[in-house]
Structures are given as structure tokens and as C-alpha cells.
């Protein structure tokens, strides 16, 4: 019988080779495992910044915030200039209505008068100077100019121009001259003054300390013009000084 080559092997020749195989094995399995755990660990930052893409940061909520400040104050300077621009014109239409119902009337004395470099030509724009005049509280030119247009001869605004000018000596607490004119502008039937005036001659007794006829001046705005706005407020002068 003759022998077999194989048998004479060394039994190491089969277990060397078997065990390399399966370290290789062993390894690739390994390598795979890894490979997967790191893809995973990488798109876990992405999925989570997909799942809330309307995230607002502080710095976005303050650049909001901002935007809606100047939106808002872009809305108030807007709403500003059409005010002035109302009041422009109400103070147009409030010329040319007295301009048709006012009547020529001699300016008393109390009021010192100013002798303009020209004669005023133009009575509705030295009738807004002189406003401007009085809005910047320059009450002494306010009179004066408001006065210039009574000396022209001219018989536009003359009601409105002694309202103003008794507002001027009142604001510069000449009472007794501020009542003269406000006095006269009761005389205009036509005028829109007439219960402003009835006011402030009310509001300069009061002024004087003369409470009596402060209160009469009060009544009267009140029983004489009672549609007018200035109603209440004449009631409310009244209860304070019960």
C-alpha cells in the first residue's frame, strides 16, 4: 500500500491558512461596521437642521424689530407732514371766508401800530407772516404786522386781525388792551371769531383776578354761540370757579 502524500503534511499547513482567512473576514466586517457608524454620526447634523428650517435666531428677531421701529416712525413723520399740510390749508380757507364777510373797522387806541417799509399789497401773505409771528410767540411783531394790515385801509381779515392782536397783548399780559380788542370782534356779526373772542375776554378777567365778570364773559359765550365747540369749554371754566 503505497502512502498517501497529504498525511505527511504537518497539520500547521491547514490551520496557518484557515486562521489568516479568517482574520481577513473578520477585518472586513469590522471595516464595514465603522464605515456605517460614521455615516450615520455625519448626517445627524444635517437631518436635525432640515427638521426646523423656520428657526429664528436673536440677532434676526432684533433686525426685525428694528425694521418695524423705522417702518413705524417712516408712518409717524408721514402722518406729521399731512397735518401741517391740513392745517395749511384750513388756515387758507379760513382767509378767503372772512375775506368775504368782514367789514371795515377803525383800530382803537392801545396797540402801538408799525409803519411798514411798503404798503401792504398783498393782505393774505402779510396776514400769514404776521400768524407766523405769533406761532413763534414773537408777540410784539405779531401785533405790529396785524396792526400794519388794519392801518392799510384794506378791508380783508379786519375781524380776524384784531382777534390776533388782542392774542398778542394777552400774550404779553396786557389784559386790559387784549379785552379792547376782543371787544371789537364781537361787533363783526359775520365773523367766526366771535366766540374765540368771547372766550379770551372771559379768560382775561379771569387773568385780571376779576372772577365776577370772568364768569359773566363765560355765560355769555355760553347762551349766545351754544352750537359752538368752545361750549364745554366755558362750562368747564365755569365749575372751577364755583
Not at 377803525?106 to 401800530?113: F, H, R
Request: net charge neutral.
Amino acid at each position: 500500500m503505497r502512502n498517501d502524500p497529504t498525511s505527511a503534511r504537518p497539520l500547521s499547513m491547514f490551520i496557518i491558512p484557515a486562521t489568516f482567512a479568517l482574520g481577513l473576514a473578520v477585518a472586513a466586517v469590522g471595516c464595514g461596521s465603522s464605515e456605517e457608524d460614521t455615516s450615520n454620526w455625519e448626517s445627524t447634523p444635517a437631518t436635525t437642521a432640515a427638521a426646523t428650517p423656520g428657526a429664528t435666531t436673536p440677532e434676526a428677531a432684533a433686525d426685525s424689530m428694528k425694521n418695524e421701529n423705522r417702518r413705524i416712525k417712516e408712518q409717524n413723520d408721514a402722518l406729521a407732514a399731512e397735518n401741517r399740510t391740513l392745517t395749511a390749508r384750513n388756515a387758507e380757507l379760513e382767509t378767503k371766508l372772512n375775506e368775504a364777510t368782514a367789514a371795515k373797522a377803525p383800530a382803537p387806541a392801545g396797540t402801538e401800530s408799525a409803519t411798514p417799509s411798503a404798503p401792504v399789497s398783498d393782505v393774505s401773505g402779510a396776514y400769514t407772516s404776521a400768524l407766523g409771528e405769533f406761532k413763534k410767540r414773537n408777540f410784539q411783531e405779531a401785533a405790529n404786522q396785524f396792526t400794519a394790515i388794519l392801518n392799510s385801509g384794506s378791508d380783508k381779515l379786519v375781524d380776524n386781525c384784531h382777534y390776533w392782536i388782542g392774542e398778542s397783548l394777552y400774550g404779553m399780559k396786557k389784559y386790559d388792551e387784549a379785552i379792547k380788542h376782543f371787544e371789537t370782534v364781537l361787533g363783526y356779526t359775520g365773523s367766526g371769531k366771535r366766540p374765540y373772542a368771547q372766550l379770551m375776554i372771559g379768560n382775561a378777567y379771569l387773568a385780571l383776578g376779576d372772577k365776577a365778570a370772568a364768569k359773566d364773559a363765560y355765560n355769555k359765550l355760553v347762551s349766545t354761540f351754544p352750537s359752538s365747540s368752545l361750549v364745554e369749554k366755558a362750562k368747564e371754566k365755569l365749575s372751577k370757579l364755583q
